[in-house]
């Protein structure tokens, strides 16, 4: 009953104004229009950019999240509960967690990953090329270095891995802001950076290699082009990236409810 007397009222006001406006185009003399000054445009007001994978809020665990300046504590307990205490000291750098984390993310898409702020320590062993006058990135003893992550990637609950992650992802969303990127959404870059790696090309065999300087390059320059996300991929072995592939895809669809393509 409500609703319908207030439509009531709505249709009583417009029609009030239509009859008005009727009465007085009969009864007066016509007005010469006013004079029209060229006014300003308005500013379009920016919308704000929509969420493309939103995040679902996280039950309440009845502790409340740290603030982002000291969160290392929480973090380290979060990774030693996912991977155990001893594994996330020896693969991560378990200082400024949060920003590690996001740094790393966003910039995998992208051309280079900055050392500074890289979030798993280095890969023990030194770097392996095979052949004799030219260099290629093929030896099984290279491969077998990223063996420790494989294990851990496969290891893991994705589950509890992307409960995590929802727990702490206000202060993912901080550390993105607090970044440069204030009207966009930190989840939204996980998953084009997940989708990044998991386009990464399957390249069987030995990929020649060059060393114009201290670092090898890939000789080819269309993957020497690629993101630094994807060049990790090529870097890790068929077989490994393919293994990592498997568990992005599952991430992926824990975090999204969508499958990827395979």
Avoid at 128 to 147: C, I, K, Q, V, W
Wanted: proline share 10%; net charge positive; charged share 25%.
């Amino acid at each position: 009953m409500k609703n319908t007397m207030w439509s009531v009222v709505v249709l009583v006001i417009l029609g009030g104004i239509a009859a008005a406006f009727y009465y007085w185009q009969l009864h007066e003399p016509p007005l010469e229009p006013p004079a029209r000054s060229e006014a300003p445009p308005a500013p379009e007001a920016k919308a704000e950019p929509a969420i493309r994978h939103p995040v679902q809020a996280a039950p309440s665990s009845g502790k409340p999240l740290p603030p982002l300046g000291e969160s290392d504590a929480a973090m380290q307990d979060a990774l030693a509960g996912l991977f155990t205490r001893k594994s996330a000291e020896e693969l991560f750098d378990l200082k400024e967690i949060v920003r590690r984390f996001v740094v790393t993310v966003d910039n995998l898409p992208r051309k280079k990953v900055p050392m500074r702020y890289r979030l798993f320590k280095p890969v023990l062993g030194k770097f392996l090329a095979t052949g004799e006058g030219e260099n290629f990135l093929g030896s099984p003893d290279n491969y077998r270095r990223y063996s420790s992550y494989v294990w851990l990637a496969e290891a893991v609950d994705i589950r509890k891995l992307v409960a995590t992650y929802v727990r702490f992802y206000p202060l993912f969303q901080q550390e993105y802001q607090n970044l440069g990127y204030p009207r966009e959404y930190f989840n939204d870059r996980l998953v084009e950076a997940i989708d990044d790696l998991l386009a990464a090309p399957d390249i069987p065999g030995r990929i020649k290699l060059v060393r114009p300087n201290v670092l090898y390059q890939f000789a080819d320059p269309d993957l020497e082009d690629l993101s630094a996300g994807q060049k990790i991929m090529i870097r890790l072995g068929s077989e490994n990236a393919a293994r990592i592939k498997a568990r992005l895809r599952d991430v992926r669809h824990e975090l999204t409810g969508q499958v990827p393509k395979p």
